[in-house]
């Protein structure tokens, strides 16, 4: 565990912000290859019909979006969408599914066999299923799972704002869970839902602070959803996706800091400002789960302009691709 106090991580966070971006391309560059960026598809397996009420979510069945729900889809069809993917060049795939945690039935174990299947294909695979007990997270291990997405989303104080079916220890106790079988946490938040600045702060240290920070950290803005409470959240600015990428980079420098939902509202010089400020991944395909994300086309014109190119796909067939 690092020991950054909450003080050392509002410092960071409010540091001037030419300053603080160029702690942050420093750390980046210590750290990964500063022209690749790793691209990630994902992919909805199960959409829509949650029993949670989180305020941002589309696939809450208690609020009415006009998503299309749908069932599991079938091997065939993640595979279809896998290859795809990966064709595009993305290395990463993670298959979300609207679940309040996972269940030891059919349906996970058709899950344990996408994973495997989409392992075969050289894939890093994540999947972000809901809570986990610490077998099931083991037996997706087996399968050949190589990350896990678990958000805590916001601060321990906001979050009962935005969620009240599950508390944030339940979130944590996921994330040991997913720890100790040896899977690659990748866990991060959202901004742009009502949280203070102060409370940013807080997630940003839970976050560097846990037993081992995470591999991966997601910054995601707010996509509001007409139909979710958060329908009428106004735009974050880019400045304080910046701030939160850049203090994440500074905090974790390890971790591939992925800029992820909201990119539609974008310029080509806001991403690349994120990307300045240490963000190394982006998913790619016109959807994220149920939400839209900007077309491949203008993401490989985006790579070209910046002089960024995508992350090769790693060569072994071990169960731990590099991070
Ligand atoms: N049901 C699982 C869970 O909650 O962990 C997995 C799927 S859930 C859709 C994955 C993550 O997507 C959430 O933790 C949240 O951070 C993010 N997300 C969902 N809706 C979003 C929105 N409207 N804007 C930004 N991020 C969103
Ligand atoms: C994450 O933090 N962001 C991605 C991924 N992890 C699973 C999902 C964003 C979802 C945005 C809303 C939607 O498309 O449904
Ligand atoms: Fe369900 Fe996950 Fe959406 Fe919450 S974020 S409503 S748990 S799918």
């Not at 995470?214 to 304080?240: H, I, K, Q, R, Y």
């Amino acid at each position: 565990m690092k020991d950054f106090s909450r003080a050392d991580v509002a410092e960071i966070y409010h540091a001037p912000l030419l300053e603080l971006i160029y702690k942050a391309a420093t750390a980046h560059r210590a750290h990964h290859a500063p022209g690749e960026v790793q691209l990630c598809t994902l992919l909805s397996v199960k959409t829509g019909g949650c029993p949670e009420d989180c305020a941002y979510c589309p696939q809450a069945a208690r609020y009415h979006t006009g998503i299309d729900r749908h069932g599991l889809l079938k091997l065939d069809a993640v595979l279809e969408a896998a290859r795809e993917a990966k064709e595009a060049g993305s290395t990463r795939f993670c298959m979300g599914a609207a679940w309040r945690e996972v269940r030891d039935n059919r349906h996970f174990d058709e899950v344990l066999e996408m994973v495997s299947a989409v392992r075969e294909l050289g894939l890093e695979v994540c999947c972000t299923l809901g809570m986990l007990t610490e077998s099931q997270a083991q037996r997706l291990k087996e399968a050949g799972l190589y990350a896990y997405n678990h958000n805590l989303d916001s601060s321990r104080e906001f979050y009962p704002e935005i969620i009240g079916t599950r508390g944030y220890d339940e979130r944590l106790e996921t994330l040991a869970n997913v720890q100790k079988a040896g899977l690659s946490v990748c866990c991060g938040g959202i901004i742009g839902m009502g949280e203070t600045v102060d409370q940013r702060i807080d997630l940003l240290h839970t976050l560097a602070t846990l037993p081992s920070p995470p591999e991966s950290v997601p910054v995601n803005a707010l996509v509001p959803v007409p139909g979710t409470p958060l329908e009428d959240c106004p735009p974050v600015s880019t400045w304080e996706m910046v701030r939160m990428i850049a203090t994440a980079r500074i905090l974790m420098p390890n971790a591939m800091v992925r800029l992820s939902a909201g990119r539609t509202r974008m310029s080509a010089e806001q991403q690349a400002l994120c990307f300045l400020a240490g963000a190394n991944s982006i998913f790619t395909g016109e959807k994220l789960l149920t939400t839209p994300n900007p077309p491949f086309d203008s993401d490989e014109a985006l790579l070209e302009l910046l002089g960024l190119s995508a992350r090769a796909p790693y060569q072994g067939q071990e169960s731990s691709p590099p991070a």
